[in-house]
Nanobody
Framework: QVQLVESGGGLVQPGGSLRLSCAASGFTFSRYWMYWVRQAPGKGPEWVSG????????YHTDSVKGRFTISRDNAKNTLYLQMNSLKPEDSAMYYC?????????????????WGQGTQVTVTS
């Protein structure tokens, strides 16, 4: 019954923006840190960003700092990732994931819950 459903991915030109969403259900959303993890074809998964229970603490991997912003709306049980100034190297499947504490785990299997992903493709 636990579900994390990502949406908002698509094809965008370099320099463009996308806003990813993750709708959560079946668990107490506000009791979990929420994360975004991405995986490009032929590469291993990469931790992207995390946000604390109430949204007051946010963290991003160096390669996306200043361009991506993670946020959450606990009233809507929804996680977001605002992605600006997109680069081709940002192209990947983006997954949302939940864990009761903070970490920078790469593998989705380290998390308590994760979704099926949404594809982001940045190309000219």
């Amino acid at each position: 019954q636990v579900q994390l459903v990502e949406s908002g991915g698509g094809l965008v030109q370099p320099g463009g923006s996308l806003r990813l969403s993750c709708a959560a259900s079946g668990f107490t959303f506000s009791r979990y840190w929420m994360y975004w993890v991405r995986q490009a074809p032929g590469k291993g998964p990469e931790w992207v960003s995390g946000v604390s229970y109430g949204g007051s603490s946010i963290y991003h991997t160096d390669s996306v700092k200043g361009r991506f912003t993670i946020s959450r709306d606990n009233a809507k049980n929804t996680l977001y990732l605002q992605m600006n100034s997109l680069k081709p190297e940002d192209s990947a499947m983006y997954y949302c994931a939940a864990h009761p504490s903070y970490g920078r785990w790469e593998s989705l299997h380290a998390y308590t819950y994760w979704g099926q992903g949404t594809q982001v493709t940045v190309t000219s």
